[in-house]
């Protein structure tokens, strides 16, 4: 079996991101459509002060007609210091602090030009922390046909990589034609989070759900890390309705 996942490229996203990276081959960072605005590209949460805080990196002239590869990070450093200055103060007594402070920070310090760069750096940043064995691509280095959109270029793209399964996050599912898969001889399933995973926070505060993948970092060991990975279900269409709904997403 071949299975390949597909999403645009987020900053640190949230841990159901990455699970869709463990139960991949093959995930391809869709850079090449069009930027969201006030959506997960170039913002998250972490747990500051026992709460969720948004973090945002500033895009030049943000608009939704530019693609995702071409929307710049603004010229002004000054955000970068700040978001640092957060992140060390949400997560300076966390046990996770010394091994990923170091390297995230560099990851910032470095981000220049346009937000797929660092948002893709993000996540291959924690498949490799994780040893996750999946292949990450880029949707622009595929050089397919321009006039294909929505589902039929999710088809093409998996076909590129002779997939046998296409793996899309659940709140999704009514994007996609489980028929139209089946006759591209894939099956076609939705990963949706255990509804009870959880970890331990710093603080007295009670558990935030959906942060960052930055704040799993922080607050669990690799083996913990690697096991709150493998805490979801994939399921058909027909499954979706029978399940337990998933925590929150970012």
Same mark, same amino acid.
């Given at each position: 079996?071949?299975?390949?996942?597909?999403?645009?490229?987020?900053?640190?996203?949230?841990?159901?991101?990455?699970?869709? &990276?463990?139960?991949?081959?093959?995930?391809?960072?869709?850079?090449?459509?069009?930027?969201? !605005?006030?959506? %997960?590209?170039?913002?998250?949460?972490?747990?500051?002060?026992?709460?969720?805080?948004? @973090?945002?990196?500033?895009?030049?002239?943000?608009?939704?007609?530019?693609?995702?590869?071409?929307?710049?990070?603004?010229? +002004?450093?000054? %955000?970068?210091? !700040?978001?640092?200055?957060?992140?060390?103060?949400?997560?300076? !007594?966390?046990?996770?602090?010394?091994?990923?402070?170091?390297?995230?920070?560099?990851?910032?310090?470095?981000?220049?030009?346009?937000?797929?760069?660092?948002?893709?750096?993000?996540?291959?940043?924690?498949?490799?922390?994780?040893?996750?064995?999946?292949?990450?691509?880029?949707?622009?280095? &595929?050089?397919?046909?321009?006039?294909?959109?929505?589902?039929?270029?999710?088809?093409?793209?998996?076909?590129?990589?002779?997939?046998? =399964?296409?793996?899309?996050?659940?709140?999704?599912?009514?994007?996609? +034609?489980?028929?139209?898969?089946?006759?591209?001889?894939?099956?076609?399933?939705?990963?949706?989070?255990?509804?009870?995973?959880?970890?331990?926070?710093?603080?007295?505060?009670? @558990?935030?759900?959906?942060?960052?993948?930055?704040?799993?970092?922080?607050?669990?060991?690799?083996?913990?890390?690697?096991?709150?990975?493998? =805490?979801?279900?994939?399921?058909?269409?027909?499954?979706?309705?029978?399940?337990?709904?998933?925590?929150?997403?970012?």
């Amino acid at each position: 079996m071949k299975r390949v996942a597909i999403m645009q490229p987020y900053v640190f996203p949230y841990l159901g991101y990455y699970q869709l &990276l463990h139960a991949a081959d093959d995930f391809v960072l869709l850079d090449d459509v069009n930027f969201i !605005k006030k959506g %997960w590209i170039n913002r998250n949460r972490i747990r500051l002060n026992g709460e969720a805080y948004t @973090f945002t990196i500033p895009i030049q002239g943000m608009s939704q007609n530019a693609t995702i590869r071409a929307s710049m990070i603004a010229a +002004d450093p000054t %955000w970068k210091a !700040k978001l640092l200055a957060q992140v060390r103060h949400a997560y300076g !007594k966390a046990p996770g602090f010394a091994t990923h402070f170091g390297p995230i920070a560099e990851l910032i310090e470095q981000a220049e030009g346009s937000i797929a760069g660092p948002a893709a750096e993000s996540i291959r940043y924690v498949a490799r922390y994780a040893g996750l064995p999946v292949r990450i691509h880029t949707a622009s280095e &595929l050089a397919l046909p321009a006039e294909l959109k929505g589902q039929e270029r999710i088809l093409a793209l998996a076909r590129h990589f002779n997939a046998t =399964r296409y793996i899309n996050p659940v709140n999704g599912a009514a994007l996609y +034609d489980e028929g139209r898969f089946a006759e591209a001889g894939m099956e076609l399933r939705f990963l949706r989070m255990d509804g009870t995973v959880s970890y331990l926070q710093q603080g007295p505060a009670p @558990f935030v759900q959906g942060l960052s993948i930055l704040d799993v970092l922080m607050n669990v060991e690799r083996d913990e890390l690697r096991e709150l990975l493998g =805490r979801y279900q994939l399921l058909t269409v027909s499954e979706i309705g029978t399940s337990p709904d998933e925590p929150a997403t970012t």
